[in-house]
């Protein structure tokens, strides 16, 4: 069954996000409170875009938030985003709601007040960068708060305690597991017999706060090598 999506701000993300969701056959309402940019995405929208500030009660309620699956909160505004998903959640008891967060600052303020998933497009970028540059080190992948899980990549150091030694071997702390890993020739689920080399890339799911004693089983305190 398709969902109900209320999308908060017609800009380029949010008029691309609901044509793709209407693509998928869900059904889309998308707030945008200027304009003359509503009276451009209505053009092809029609009757999937409606005018209003998005902030306002009334306006919500004229969306249909009452039944609405997700709300997805993406106008160039961070304090908007923040608002209008906190009413979302406290006032309409929306359990799916997705914040875009424009300056990365601000994360931290939107997790505080319990605002997930907050998407910040210079924090994914970032990552990304992270993951393509080769580096002894710890990149976060995934946070799931809700469901307490993290999916981190981390590049095996040749001296590490973890390098030459099969996964079963391994010094895992409970809560943690090796999911994948990525070698030049590809990657693949690694089996308890699997021996963990240096320079491979590893991708662990974990409880969070287990960082430092993963660190510590794959990545050298002695430098890169």
Known sequence: MGLYV???GAGKVGWNLARELIGKEHEVTVIESDRRRYLIVEQELEHAVQYGDATEL???ERAGIQRADLVV???????DNLLICQVAKE?????RIIARVNNPRN???FKLLGIQPAVSATDLILRLIEHEVPSYGLVHLLDLPEERLEIIELVVSHQAPAAGREVQELDMPEGSLVISVLRPDGGFVPKADTVI?????VLIVLDPG????ITDQFVSTNGRG
């Open 6 to 8: 209320i999308v908060c």
């Open 58 to 60: 009334w306006v919500l």
């Open 73 to 79: 909160a993406v106008t160039g505004d961070d304090e």
């Open 91 to 95: 006032k309409y008891l929306s359990d």
């Open 107 to 109: 994360l931290d303020t």
């Open 197 to 201: 080399q240096g320079g491979d890339e």
């Open 210 to 213: 287990l960082e430092p004693a």
